[in-house]
T-cell receptor
Framework: DQQVKQNSPSLSVQEGRISILNCDYT??????FLWYKKYPAEGPTFLIS?????DKNEDGRFTVFLNKSAKHLSLHIVPSQPGDSAVYFC?????????????FGKGTKLSVIP | DAGVTQSPTHLIKTRGQQVTLRCSPK?????VSWYQQALGQGPQFIFQ???????QRGNFPDRFSGHQFPNYSSELNVNALLLGDSALYLC?????????????FGPGTRLLVL
């Protein structure tokens, strides 16, 4: 039973355009959400996070949106750059329930075409 | 500012052997979590250590054990290795506080069991 789902295994975007990566979750106890970027042969790099008390968080070119009623979050990258090409993982934790483990989706491979 | 480091980077073992992986947390962090990432999957939580004690454990058998030292570094031990234990093992560190903790990952140790 996958509690965090990233339904698009891959996404291709033209350089300079917006990249939108989506993530759905089923566990209503999740209250903290994170996005990580992973290059081959490296560990995941933290990008941005959002608490369930917010619906938007922005950091430079990266914005995460949270829709709690739909149990859906998305990561927007504007403008997309070739260096953004990587696998992006959505992760969630239920810290209010005393759980600190991160539950990950399977990832979406983003390719930014020059 | 030193990030999370892991050793070794690669390891080859045979079925039935035992392995020890090592992790040093990011400077200033006191909590270490371990994850297993199989090919094409997101990382799966193994356990988390804080104050030299296992704070939380995921759905992994007792063959997986760990330890945290007074300097906050940690070891992951896997006994009686199976072919299915072949994976990328990731260590993540964080700073315990109230509420949400962002975990920062190391580069991982790639384990191959033959």
């Amino acid at each position: 039973d996958q509690q965090v789902k990233q339904n698009s295994p891959s996404l291709s975007v033209q350089e300079g355009r917006i990249s939108i990566l989506n993530c759905d979750y089923t566990n209503s106890m999740f209250d903290y959400f994170l996005w990580y970027k992973k290059y081959p042969a490296e560990g995941p790099t933290f990008l941005i996070s959002i608490s369930s008390i917010k619906d938007k968080n922005e950091d430079g070119r990266f914005t995460v949106f949270l829709n709690k009623s739909a149990k859906h979050l998305s990561l927007h990258i504007v403008p997309s750059q070739p260096g953004d090409s990587a696998v992006y993982f959505c992760a969630a934790s239920a810290t209010g329930a005393g759980s600190y483990q991160l539950t990950f989706g399977k990832g979406t491979k983003l390719s930014v075409i020059p | 500012d030193a990030g999370v480091t892991q050793s070794p980077t690669h390891l080859i073992k045979t079925r039935g052997q035992q392995v020890t992986l090592r992790c040093s947390p990011k400077s200033g962090h006191d909590t270490v979590s371990w994850y297993q990432q199989a090919l094409g999957q997101g990382p799966q939580f193994i356990f988390q250590y804080y104050e030299e004690e296992e704070r939380q454990r995921g759905n992994f058998p007792d063959r997986f054990s760990g330890h945290q030292f007074p300097n906050y570094s940690s070891e992951l031990n896997v006994n009686a290795l199976l072919l299915g234990d072949s994976a990328l093992y990731l260590c993540a560190s964080s700073l315990k506080g109230r509420g949400q903790e962002t975990q920062y990952f190391g580069p991982g140790t790639r384990l191959l069991v033959l």
